[in-house]
């Protein structure tokens, strides 16, 4: 028997969380929230302002809104978004005096975003490794200098992160494709590329085909591979609505999360005054990590033995049953059972819910796409929708539920680095330029490229590349041997302490914040995971003077690029409307774009599912079979990675995760009991997980925890260094960050 009385020790800020997701929890940690990050500042009712109809699209998730015209709604992790954002600290030029980049390189990753916000350019001193302010003048001349002296454009690489709206977005890809690339390595290529990628040869486009309304018709509801209560808050009141309405919401998730439950709304003065909370998932199925496919076939199994197909629409509409029916003969329950770690009786409750019912929802998230075959996860979905005619009806439809909040709307406006022939002809023909047509580099295929010296620069609008990719060593030392980093943000982050021969730091506005130009407060347009476009107006006062719109540096950056531009860059950041026009000219879809995005709540971008219209070549939605390959051999230890509900992304609000009980702490590992107890480990251990090709990730805790046999989860980005960067979805280029092969033994 392991020892447990030396654990204890370790167990510091570890304990089991009660309570339900919401409730009196959540109040209080919006409390804490704006008295650290916002004192007394007036600027508090920003939180008020937030996702009304004449407000900001709250920067935390894309979860719509009721027709973005709700007197209340936001949620307590959409306040750490907005507080992190309108904080009163900064890290100014005395900041950088004061702490060379040796030392900041010592801080968390918590502590250089919790400093405060950037408020005037920068750039790298190496001969005293300080930062030290320069004009944007200067900035942009020194970025332009590198840019015009690279031999090939596609030796830049132009990331984006998901939370530049759509006008800056589709400015930056204009710059990079006159620039002469389409090299544009995404923060969706993380996460859901698998959904990009994949939908498409099932359905015909790679976006959810659910909108708000139809969780009001849906007759059950499944979510796979989420984690609401976290990252997508404003859905559990949407669950709560439907469970209140007897609609079964099935779970899979090898966690147990506490924001797939219960839940208590804050905003619901009577519950919040009650014992009671709302429960939200009628059945909890504990599949193991990367089982997911193996699930969705024995579901798949028991409709088509059940002969509960909808062979009206299967005749009408697809095309491949017979391959899939062929698949699914071949695959064994035995097969199906050690890959799922569920048991048939437990699949046959699922199957039957959803084959009782006429309706039916499938969310998913990062824990379907972010494997190895994330996007077989996610085609097996549309299968088993596609089964039952769960496609164009009310209360139907699959969910993918989007990361960042406009990282749909940036794919859309054309950071893609696979554009359409089509796209591209409009684009030069709006603009007078000629887009490159040769592939770029999604965000391995970038820190492949920089790792060996293919590519030679780095911009980067938003995000903390280096951190967030897998193998922080080899993306650290790829970002190092760079001629140029850019980057364009709102806080200090790793990425900049990455100096490479030239290193910038650009200081730019929030989406809370007044945005003035030359034709007076311009707004911003975002589209949610369900394809509304809506309007986005900040009002609160910038950090500093100096400090930029994203479109006004992304112009600035590529006047600097490109003296002989043909794109009216000023022209366009004086009047946002004229970058609006420019979209309206690439994307048909945006037509009357000015006119109708003045609508309240927007409108809505064509899903042509949503009438039964294929667009696949072949104009029907298909069945696509993925052989039930063994893929581990003898299965090891799974690892997966997952945010903690004091995190957004790379960034650190604070050490804690509240509803899987740990305060003040993020080393840790989280275990199955029945597993510690197999591998002669206790609660409280020091253990060292490693990886067959020899990455470890030492010294951490493994707590018990409600998590499926066989697998384990840990923090990103503190995991990261397990997960090698060629391990990845080779359809969609994906990391493998869920679903990791490791062991895990006793510290030494
Ligand atoms: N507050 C906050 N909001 C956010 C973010 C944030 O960091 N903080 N990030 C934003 C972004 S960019 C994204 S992409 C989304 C992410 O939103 P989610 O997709 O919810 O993100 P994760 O925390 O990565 O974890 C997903 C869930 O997948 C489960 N899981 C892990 N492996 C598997 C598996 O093999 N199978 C199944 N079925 N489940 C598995 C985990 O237990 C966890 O509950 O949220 C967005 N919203
Ligand atoms: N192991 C593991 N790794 C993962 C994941 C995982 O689940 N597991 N998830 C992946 C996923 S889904 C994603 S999306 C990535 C994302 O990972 P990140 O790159 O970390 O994501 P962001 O939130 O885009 O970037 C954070 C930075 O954006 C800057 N920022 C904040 N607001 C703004 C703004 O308005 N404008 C600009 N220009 N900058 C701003 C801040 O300075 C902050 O430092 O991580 C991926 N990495
Ligand atoms: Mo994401």
Redesign the pocket.
């Known amino acids: 028997m392991a020892e447990t009385h030396a654990a204890d020790d370790n167990l510091e800020g570890i304990s089991d969380y009660k309570g339900p997701a919401g409730g009196w929890g959540a109040l209080g940690a919006v409390a804490r929230t704006v008295r650290e990050q916002m004192k007394a500042s007036p600027d508090t009712r920003a939180l008020l302002q937030m996702n009304q109809p004449d407000g900001f699209d709250c920067p ?3 979860w719509p809104d009721p027709k973005h015209t709700s007197s209340f709604e936001f949620c307590e ?1 959409g306040a ?2 907005v507080t992190w954002e309108a904080t009163v600290k900064r890290v100014d030029p005395d900041f950088f005096a004061q702490h060379s980049v040796s030392e900041l390189w010592t801080w968390s990753d918590h502590r250089l975003e919790d400093a405060g916000r950037l408020t005037e350019p920068l750039r790298y001193d190496p001969e005293a490794d300080h930062f030290v302010p320069i004009s944007w003048d200067e900035a942009f001349a020194r970025a332009g200098a590198v840019l015009r002296a690279l031999d090939d454009p596609h030796a830049c690489e132009f990331y984006c992160s ?1 939370r530049a709206s759509n006008e800056a977005a589709f400015l930056y890809q204009l710059f990079a494709r006159e620039f002469g690339t389409n090299n544009f390595p995404d ?1 969706s290529n ?3 590329e698998a959904t990009s990628v994949g939908l498409p040869k099932s359905i015909g486009i790679g976006k959810g085909t659910v909108t708000l309304e139809d969780f009001d018709h849906a007759d059950a509801i499944f979510c ?5 209560g ?4 404003r859905m559990l009141s949407t669950l709560a609505a439907a469970s209140k309405r007897g609609v079964p919401i099935v779970v ?4 147990r ?1 506490r924001g ?1 439950e219960r839940f208590k709304s804050p905003q619901h003065p009577t519950e919040m005054l009650s014992t009671h909370a709302t429960p939200l998932a009628s059945a909890y199925h504990q ?6 496919m193996a699930m969705l076939k024995g579901m798949m199994k028991l409709v088509i033995a059940a002969d509960a197909l909808d062979h009206a629409f299967i005749a009408e509409h697809t095309e491949g049953i017979a391959a899939l029916k062929a698949d699914l003969d071949a695959t064994s329950w035995d097969w199906i059972e050690t890959e799922s770690g569920l048991t048939r009786d437990a699949i046959e409750t699922m199957a039957k819910v959803y084959i009782d019912a006429e309706r039916v929802i499938v969310c ?8 190895r075959h994330g996007t077989q996860n996610v085609q097996s979905i549309a299968n088993l929708l596609l089964l039952r005619g769960n496609f164009g009806k009310e209360g139907a439809g699959i969910c993918p ?4 909040s406009n ?1 749909q709307g940036d794919r859309t406006v054309g950071i893609t680095e696979i554009p359409t022939e089509d796209m591209l002809e409009r684009l030069d023909a709006a603009y007078g330029i000629a887009s490159p047509r040769a592939h770029g580099h999604n965000a391995v295929e970038a820190l492949e490229a920089m790792r060996e010296g293919r590519s030679r620069a780095l911009i980067g609008l938003g995000g903390n590349l280096a951190v967030a990719m897998p193998d922080p060593e080899a993306c650290f030392a790829a970002v190092r041997g760079l001629d140029l980093s850019v980057n364009v943000l709102t806080k200090f982050n790793r990425t900049c302490l990455l100096t490479a021969g030239e290193t910038l730091v650009l200081p730019c506005l929030g989406r809370t914040e007044l945005d003035e130009q030359e034709a007076g407060a311009q707004f911003v347009t975002v589209e949610d995971s369900m394809s509304m476009v809506h309007a986005s107006r900040g009002k609160l006062k910038a950090p500093g003077p100096h400090v930029r719109s994203e479109p006004a540096i992304v112009a600035g950056l590529a006047k600097a690029a490109m003296p002989h531009t043909r794109v009216d860059w000023d022209g366009l950041v004086a009047d946002y409307d004229r970058i609006r026009e420019g979209i309206e000219q690439v994307y048909p879809d945006f037509h009357a774009f000015n006119r109708r995005v003045r609508e309240p709540g927007g409108f809505r971008l064509t899903i042509p599912p949503s009438d039964r219209i294929w667009k696949t070549p072949s104009g029907k939605a298909q069945f696509i079979a993925h052989p039930s390959a063994r893929e581990d051999g003898a299965r090891s230890m ?1 690892l ?4 903690s ?1 004091d ?3 790379t ?1 650190i609000y604070s050490l804690d995760d509240r509803y899987r009980g740990v305060t003040g702490r993020r080393d840790v590992i989280f275990a199955n009991e029945v597993d510690l107890d197999m591998l002669g480990l206790a609660h409280g251990d020091i253990v060292d997980v490693t990886t067959p090709a020899g990455r470890a990730l030492k010294g951490f805790t493994v707590v018990k925890h409600a ?1 499926a046999r066989g ?1 384990l ?1 840990a923090y ?1 980005p503190e995991a990261n260094c397990l997960v090698p960067l060629d391990d990845y979805d080779p359809v969609s280029g994906t990391p493998a ?3 990791i092969p490791v062991e895990i033994v006793r510290a030494a």
């Open positions: 935390g998730c894309a992790n750490k978004a998901g923060c993380m996460c859901h796979i591979g989420h984690n609401p976290t990252n997508h808050p899979a998730n090898p966690m999360e797939l599949v193991r990590i990367g089982g997911d998913y998230g990062m824990g379907i796409t972010q494997h539920l989007r990361g960042h990282v799974l997966t990675t997952i945010r509900h995190q957004y992304n960034t998590i697998s989860a990103y960050y869920k679903s």
